[in-house]
């Protein structure tokens, strides 16, 4: 079954459109990724998908709900993580799970959640007193308490350390191995390619592209980019005539030169032949980056 | 009512621990009349009709805690929740928006009762003001008046635009009904028309129960319905307006 069905889903401010016709259908037991650069409306889509905010115009469907007629239904078996998380001031970690753990039927334990989420040490300290990092863990487990099919969390690694995003990561993977559905939203790339098994690009508020990672990759950005730091300048149209390259640009003082199948010992070569040295050198293969570039002729930077 | 208890227990300790509310409800009427009692004692007065100035001021003073709690913390307390997104928090949860209003209910009733009980207690045992004709009817009155300042702190909660409009409002809102309590001011050294316009402040109402309890008569009918018409009209105001989120 589908977890999440948007059909022409539009939500304006005024003139914002902040979600902009959004066809988009979530399959289950997988974990989802809407990766796309602040303000592109993540949020504002997954708050019409939670039942926090009514459509402009359009119908979502989650679980088989309509979130705001049926959100009592939805939100016991729905688990969200908010952007912005707060929750009743000056309760500590574990009065908080246990408050919330209240509202539902059924719980899983609170101890062990806290330990999955290294948040033991932490359970008799206030939330307000934790740092960014561990309030974040505070509200995933929030999230988690009464065993969700489904989640939605928004940005949920930003504020955490590498080595606690790791150990979500596993948290998450572990719930998808249990059949769960989880959709994140991210403007980290690496955690889009690393985590999602599907992810959609967002920007503006419209979906412009959608697969797993490698399909996009293949479908949007297929190609090697070759970056030089030279002794000498060269000329980028003599580098275009190279076998394979399809592109010669200069950044900075680098020079920029993307292509396909063995072009960078080509163009070794003829910079050798040239006497031309180079000081330093880096191959990268496509990635979600240059789809986001090609898609939208922009970079989209992590943490901007 | 699932979560009811849960949440009940979470909103105590929450404003439990609030150092400037839990002041304002449980210590700022007592700490008042302490000082107001150690300045002017409470030996007989002709201007009191021979009552002392603490026999005279007590009633009214069980009342403080009483608008205190309607006018501010009932309102400031929600619209915190509201403006910084504990409400939305709830509201992806399970939980019935009426198991959450009963929650704060109880809680901010419980308040205003240990507030108004406290500064009785202080006046009684560390005064020496008598008791009460009838403490159980004063009781039932605080408990009464209790509700309709309630029923007005959800209204209000919900007009209100934001937390400082709630605290700036708030404060000027408290004093003037303060003033119609006879805490401070003695009603009955008042000109015909100031009291005539007492007369439409809910609390000098809520004060005119507290007094006829005090003293033994009947509670005056034509208080006991503006009462209870106050608490049916702003609990229907308030459950038609109350909202979840922050205005968008
Ligand atoms: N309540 C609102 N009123 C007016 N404009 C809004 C409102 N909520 C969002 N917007 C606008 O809608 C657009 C999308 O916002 P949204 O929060 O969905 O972005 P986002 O993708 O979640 O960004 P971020 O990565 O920064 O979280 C923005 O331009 C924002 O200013
Ligand atoms: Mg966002």
């Given at each position: 079954m589908n977890a999440v069905i948007c059909r022409e889903v539009h939500r304006h401010f005024g003139d914002v459109r902040a979600v902009d016709g959004v066809d988009l259908t979530i399959a289950g037991h997988q974990i989802f990724g809407l990766l796309g650069p602040n303000g592109s409306g993540k949020t504002t889509l997954l708050n019409q998908l939670q039942g926090l905010d009514t459509p402009t115009s359009g119908t979502v469907e989650v679980l088989g709900l309509d979130p705001i007629r049926q959100r009592e239904q939805l939100a016991l078996?729905?688990?969200?993580?908010?952007?912005?998380?707060?929750?009743?001031?000056?309760?500590?970690?574990?009065?908080a799970v246990k408050t919330f753990a209240a509202f539902y039927p059924q719980t899983r334990e609170v101890d062990p959640l806290l330990a999955e989420l290294?948040?033991?040490?932490?359970?008799?300290?206030?939330?307000?007193?934790?740092?960014?990092g561990q309030r974040q863990r505070v509200f995933i487990a929030l999230a988690l308490i009464h065993d969700p099919e489904l989640l939605f969390l928004d940005e949920?690694?930003?504020?955490?350390?590498?080595?606690?995003?790791l150990a979500i990561w596993d948290v998450l993977r572990d719930l998808r191995g249990q059949g769960r559905t989880i959709v994140i939203t991210t403007h980290s790339m690496a955690e889009a390619e690393a985590l999602c098994d599907r992810i959609a690009i967002i920007d503006h508020g419209r979906i412009i592209a959608e697969g797993t990672c490698a399909e996009l990759i293949a479908r949007h950005a297929s190609g090697t980019t070759l970056r030089l730091q030279t002794g000498a300048p060269v000329d980028p149209e003599s580098l275009k005539t190279v076998d394979g390259v399809t592109a010669v640009t200069r950044d900075g003082s680098d020079l920029v030169i993307v292509g396909q199948g063995q072009f960078s010992p080509k163009v070794m070569?003829?910079?050798?032949?040239?006497?031309?040295?180079?000081?330093?050198?880096?191959?990268?293969?496509?990635?979600?980056?240059?789809?986001?570039?090609?898609l939208t002729g922009r970079a989209m930077r992590e943490g901007e | 009512m699932r979560?009811?208890?849960?949440l009940v227990s979470a909103f105590f300790k929450s404003q439990v621990r609030e150092p400037v509310s839990f002041f304002f409800v449980i210590i700022f009427s007592p700490?008042?009349?302490?000082?107001?009692?150690?300045?002017?004692?409470?030996?007989?007065?002709?201007?009191?009709g021979m009552r002392g100035f603490v026999d005279q001021m007590l009633p009214g003073f069980t009342v403080i805690s009483v608008v205190i709690v309607g006018v501010m913390l009932v309102p400031q307390n929600q619209l915190l929740l509201r403006a910084s997104g504990a409400l939305t928090r709830l509201r992806i949860t399970p939980l019935k928006p009426r198991t959450y209003v009963a929650a704060d209910l109880t809680v901010q009733f419980c308040f205003g009762m240990v507030g108004a009980v406290t500064?009785?207690?202080?006046?009684?045992?560390?005064?020496?003001?008598d008791w009460p004709k009838q403490p159980l009817g004063v009781l039932v009155a605080v408990a009464f008046g209790l509700l309709t300042m309630l029923a007005i702190g959800y209204t209000l909660a919900a007009l209100y635009p934001n937390p400082a409009a709630a605290t700036g409002i708030g404060n000027g809102l408290m004093v003037i009904l303060m003033m119609t309590s006879g805490a401070f001011i003695p009603t009955a050294v008042l000109s015909d028309g100031v009291q005539a316009a007492f007369k439409f402040s809910p609390v000098y109402h809520i004060?005119?129960?507290?007094?006829?309890?005090?003293?033994?008569?009947?509670?005056?009918?034509?208080?006991?319905?503006?009462?209870a018409g106050v608490v049916v009209v702003f609990t229907a105001l308030g459950t038609l307006l109350f909202k979840w989120d922050r205005a968008r």
């Open positions: 078996r729905m688990g969200s993580q908010l952007q912005e998380s707060t929750t009743i001031p000056r309760l500590t970690v574990a009065e290294g948040l033991t040490p932490k359970a008799g300290t206030r939330i307000e007193r934790l740092s960014g949920l690694t930003s504020a955490v350390d590498p080595q606690a995003r070569a003829k910079l050798a032949a040239e006497s031309i040295e180079v000081t330093s050198m880096n191959i990268q293969e496509a990635s979600l980056e240059d789809v986001f570039l090609n | 979560g009811y208890p849960a700490a008042v009349l302490t000082i107001l009692a150690l300045i002017f004692g409470n030996d007989p007065a002709p201007q009191f500064a009785l207690l202080v006046g009684i045992l560390g005064f020496g003001v004060a005119a129960l507290v007094d006829a309890s005090w003293n033994g008569s009947a509670w005056p009918w034509g208080s006991v319905v503006v009462l």
